[in-house]
């Protein structure tokens, strides 16, 4: 059992959205890709952007938002990872992503990757100059994958050998619960895995940086209701852990 968190005084409230669009740049040309699938859950993360907008709105802090579709660049992956530059999804090809030389990953990863990254390395940097940083990752997932129904309606992920995210979840998941949302750690993810809250961990000590995914189940956050309904209860509860308060409910 994880002992109870005590935000310190001058802790710093982090948001970053990394899957919030679906863009594709007009000189990709879709990627080649039908409408339907650049619209679907494998090219962004329906509904994490108006979520992570309210709590940016409800906190008055700042959002680092993802400008393009994960198919592009996916800015949750490191540089060298065999997936951030995705050639197929569900077995199928992803003709703009497929052949590309070194020298074109490469560019396509400085265009499109790498000012994301930059920005939010800037961004958790300067926070916590001001204090011990608590960044919200704010993501979705679908509600069914591969006939697998996931009924939480939240996942929160974070290290399992870093005890104090340990406790911020639990913190998390006792308020969200008293809203009579589902809450499960590390699912429908791991929260070790390759992501921009590890590559964040590897730059600044536990003391400084907590880092945590909140993963939203789509079957909520596919409507203004049920991102309504996430968006109030998530303010509630980091409202409830933060050493100020929110600025409206």
Do not use: K
């Amino acid at each position: 059992m994880s002992a109870a968190f005590r935000a310190p005084a001058d802790l710093q409230l982090v948001l970053t959205c990394e899957h919030a669009s679906n863009a594709v740049p007009a000189e990709l040309h879709g990627l080649g890709l039908p409408d339907r699938v650049l619209a679907s859950h494998r090219s962004w993360d329906p509904g994490a952007l108006p979520i992570a907008e309210a709590l940016a709105d409800g906190f008055g802090a700042a959002l680092v938002a993802g400008r393009w579709s994960r198919l592009v660049a996916d800015c949750n992956r490191s540089a060298g990872h065999p997936r951030v530059i995705a050639n197929r999804i569900d077995g199928r090809p992803v003709p703009g992503n497929v052949g590309l030389s070194r020298a074109e990953r490469e560019q396509r990863l400085a265009t499109f990757w790498r000012p994301y990254r930059d920005d939010v390395l800037v961004y958790v940097t300067a926070a916590a100059r001001r204090g011990p940083v608590l960044h919200l990752s704010l993501h979705s997932f679908v509600e069914r994958l591969r006939g697998v129904e996931r009924r939480n309606h939240v996942g929160l992920l974070f290290d399992p050998a870093r005890p104090r995210e340990r406790a911020v979840c639990t913190e998390l998941r006792a308020g969200l619960a008293a809203a009579g949302l589902q809450v499960r750690f590390n699912f429908p993810y791991f929260g070790h895995t390759d992501s921009v809250v590890t590559w964040l961990r590897g730059e600044f000590p536990a003391s400084r940086y907590l880092g945590i995914e909140v993963e939203c189940n789509q079957r909520l956050s596919r409507t203004a209701a049920g991102q309504r309904r996430l968006a109030v209860a998530l303010v509630r509860v980091v409202g409830a852990l933060l050493p100020r308060r929110p600025r409206h409910s």
